[in-house]
C-alpha cells in the first residue's frame, strides 16, 4: 500500500508554519509515496489575508517543483491549489490556473455568502437561525461548486460540521442530490484528516456520505489538510480503515491533473 497526502499547506497562505522542505522531511519521514503541496487561493478580498497572493502563485509553484527534483529519488512531490469557490473570481482563478503546470486544483467552500463559516472568530456571527438552514445554504454553494467541472478534487466535504453541529440525518435526500452531481461531473473527493483536530472530532466526509459516494462511483484521495509539518500524514491509519469500512480499494492521485490510482491493499 502506498500512501499519499494531497493536502499540504505553506506559510504562505499566512496561517501555516514551518518550512515548505520540512513538509517533504516529513512525508519522508512516514513512508509517503507522494505529497502534494495544496495551498490555499482565495481571492475575494473579505478571505485574501488567508491565502497567497496571485503575484505569490509563480513564486510558489517553483517552490515546489525545486523541492520535487530535490527530494524526486525519495518521495514524489506535486503542486496544486486548494481554491475558494466564489463565482465572482472563478474567471480569475481559471486564468492562473490555466498559467502553471499544476498537478491537482482541490475546490474549497469556506465562505456563505460574506460569512467565513470555518472560522472560530465569526462563530458567532453566524446569519442562520436553524443548523438545518446553515446546511442546506452549504450544500447549494457544494452543489454549485461540483457543477462548475473546474475543479478535479473537493476537499473536506461537510465541513460544514466543523463545531459539532449535525443535522446531517435529516438532510439525506439532499446529500444524495449533491452526490449525485459530484460522480456526473468526474470529480473526486477527499478524505480530510484535519476533522479529528476540529471540535467535530471526525474524519470529513463522514463515514455514511462516503459510503454513498462510493455506491455513486466517486474516486477518493487523501488529505491531511497540515499546516505544520508534523501534521502532515496524521490520522492516516484512521482514515484507510474508514476507506475500507466505505467499500473503497484505492486512491485516486494527479498527475497534470490526470487521474491515476495507487491501492489500498494492505
Not at 195 to 208: A, D, I, M, Q, V
Not at 238 to 251: D, F, I, P
Request: glycine share 6%; charged share 25%.
Amino acid at each position: 500500500m502506498s500512501l499519499i497526502d494531497y493536502h499540504v499547506h505553506t506559510p504562505l497562505c499566512n496561517h501555516a508554519k514551518g518550512e515548505m522542505e520540512a513538509y517533504v522531511q516529513q512525508a519522508v519521514k512516514l513512508g509517503l509515496a507522494e505529497i502534494c503541496f495544496l495551498d490555499h487561493l482565495t481571492l475575494r478580498p473579505d478571505g485574501s489575508f488567508l491565502s497567497m497572493s496571485p503575484q505569490e502563485v509563480p513564486l510558489y509553484h517553483r517552490a515546489v517543483k525545486r523541492l520535487a527534483a530535490k527530494y524526486e529519488d525519495r518521495i514524489w512531490v506535486k503542486v496544486g491549489l486548494e481554491v475558494d469557490f466564489d463565482l465572482e473570481t472563478m474567471e480569475q482563478a481559471m486564468e492562473i490556473v490555466d498559467a502553471h503546470s499544476f498537478d491537482a486544483i482541490g475546490g474549497s467552500v469556506h465562505f456563505i455568502g460574506e460569512w467565513n463559516m470555518v472560522s472560530h472568530k465569526e462563530r458567532d456571527n453566524c446569519p442562520f437561525r436553524e443548523c438545518e438552514d446553515m446546511f442546506a445554504e452549504y450544500l447549494n454553494h457544494l452543489e454549485t461548486m461540483a457543477e462548475h467541472s473546474f475543479f478535479d478534487f473537493l476537499c473536506h466535504l461537510d465541513v460544514v460540521g466543523k463545531f459539532g453541529d449535525s443535522p446531517q440525518d435529516r438532510m439525506e435526500n439532499r446529500w444524495d442530490q449533491v452526490i449525485d452531481v459530484i460522480a456526473g461531473k468526474g470529480l473526486a473527493v477527499e478524505i480530510n484528516t484535519s476533522g479529528k483536530r476540529h471540535p467535530k472530532g471526525e474524519l470529513y466526509p463522514s463515514l455514511w456520505i462516503l459510503q454513498k459516494l462510493n455506491q455513486a462511483g466517486v474516486p477518493i484521495t487523501l488529505g491531511s489538510d497540515a499546516h505544520s509539518p508534523k501534521q502532515v500524514g496524521m490520522d492516516f491509519d484512521e482514515a484507510v480503515s474508514l476507506a475500507r469500512e466505505a467499500g473503497y480499494h484505492s486512491l485516486a492521485t494527479f498527475s497534470h491533473r490526470i487521474r491515476g490510482e495507487v491501492s489500498l491493499s494492505p
